[in-house]
């Protein structure tokens, strides 16, 4: 099987693009006197910081990967760390722990802005003053309301801050939570399997299957990703889907593992379907409205929904704008009839045709998969 570019374990499928790192004022307001921009080896560390935000086996859900480094007065590394996972010890803490006694009058230099909450850990802003530092270097400032606020408090502090170093660079490493801190919603991929004439059914209903094997088990290894699958009541009543994430042998991931299993809509549903099953938790929502359904999944902490389908489901979250990415399977062959891969979108002239921009075309066995991503004003002027 063909592994994609920018498809490697840390790195995230859907995106080259760094999101919006957050309010510019937050950036600007954290700037204090007299040290007008990071050193080189302030830039050195941040970027070994990004690093160790990677460490591979670091769940990307529900908290963001975050690194830092502790520097000396002469530049010199005392100490590192980096987040674990919901309910470790924050990137900044785990970084001071290992500087110990040295972490006083240093720089510690981290991918996210330090958080100002006491949630599952107490706040490291305060962490921060507590172990006496001179000075701090962010990236990303913190999109998420909850938490921001820190390079404010270290600053009244006494402490130095400079944040928005390498900025693009951070986001894009927890690009879904990034954006979903921003938007109050999930990132929403869409992956459909298709023929070159765009149909994703036979006439008489089967679809099993128009993808090959290879592609099949792409669509498990990019579905882990995800923290929801979601589905329409009619894919349920049509196919009967599992929507779990398999290997290639079949074997289902751990139940706490596997993504949520939303299906939406209000038709009635077989209760032995076989999304009901004990593999993954399954929820309901009985709403026609994207909108809705993605801003319900917000609040149940959902970052990336992975739209699988039917057509009537992804006709609605196209007409509403809610497709942020399409990974497209393509096979080589036709049906001439059949189901299409997506419903009526309302479009009725050239002029209202939805366009996306093509990230990647990658063979997958004897597929082939488009990676699209939602048109932005600069790559709609690009041509
Ligand atoms: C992390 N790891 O290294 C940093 C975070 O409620 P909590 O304790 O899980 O805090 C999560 C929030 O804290 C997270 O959304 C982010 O805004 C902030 N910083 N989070 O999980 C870290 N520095
Ligand atoms: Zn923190």
Redesign the pocket.
């Known amino acids: 099987m063909t592994t994609p570019a920018g498809a490697g374990p840390g790195r995230p499928f859907t995106g080259r693009r760094a999101p919006n790192t957050g309010p510019r004022e937050s950036r600007d307001q954290t700037r204090t006197k007299g040290f007008e921009v990071a050193s080189n080896s302030e830039i050195l560390a941040l970027s070994h910081a990004l690093t160790i935000a990677r460490t591979p086996g670091v769940p990307a859900r529900p ?2 990967r ?1 690194g830092a480094v502790v520097l000396d007065d002469v530049g010199a590394v005392v100490g590192v760390g980096y ?1 674990r996972g ?2 470790s010890a ?3 803490v785990d970084a001071l722990v290992s500087a110990g006694d040295r972490a006083r009058g240093a720089t510690v230099v ?1 991918s ?1 802005e ?2 100002n ?1 006491t ?3 107490p706040p ?1 802003a305060q962490a921060l003053i507590d172990a006496g530092v001179r000075r701090v270097v962010f990236a990303q400032g ?1 999109p ?1 309301p ?2 921001a606020g820190g390079a404010a408090t270290l600053a009244a502090a006494g402490i130095e801050v400079e944040g928005g170093v390498l900025a693009d660079e951070a986001a894009l490493i927890n690009e879904e939570w990034t954006f979903a801190m921003q938007e109050r919603r999930p990132f929403v991929t869409w992956k459909l399997a298709t023929t070159l004439d765009g149909r994703s059914a036979a006439a008489d209903g089967t679809s099993q299957w128009i993808t090959g094997p290879a592609a099949r088990a792409d669509v498990h290894r990019l579905r882990a990703r995800c923290d929801a699958v979601l589905v329409g009541t009619g894919t349920i009543a049509a196919d009967d889907p599992r929507l779990t994430v398999r290997d290639p042998d079949d074997v289902p991931l751990a139940r706490d593992e596997q993504p949520l299993r939303v299906v939406m809509g209000t038709r009635d549903l077989d209760s032995q379907a076989k999304v009901f099953d004990d593999t993954a938790d399954t929820t309901v929502l009985a709403t026609h409205d994207p909108k809705h359904a993605l801003s319900t999944l917000f609040t149940r902490h959902r970052q990336h929904v992975w739209l699988e389908g039917g057509p009537t489901l992804a006709a609605a979250f196209l007409r509403d704008g809610l497709v942020d990415a399409v990974v497209a399977y393509v096979a080589p062959a036709f049906l001439g009839a059949g189901r299409h891969a997506v419903a009526d979108l309302g479009v009725t002239s050239i002029d209202e045709i939805r366009r996306f921009e093509l990230v990647e075309a990658t063979r997958v066995g004897g597929d082939v998969r488009l990676i699209l991503r939602r048109e932005t004003a600069m790559t709609r002027g690009a041509g």
């Open positions: 908290n963001p975050v987040h919901a309910g924050h990137a900044e981290v996210l330090p958080c909450h949630g599952r850990t490291c913190d998420n909850v938490a």
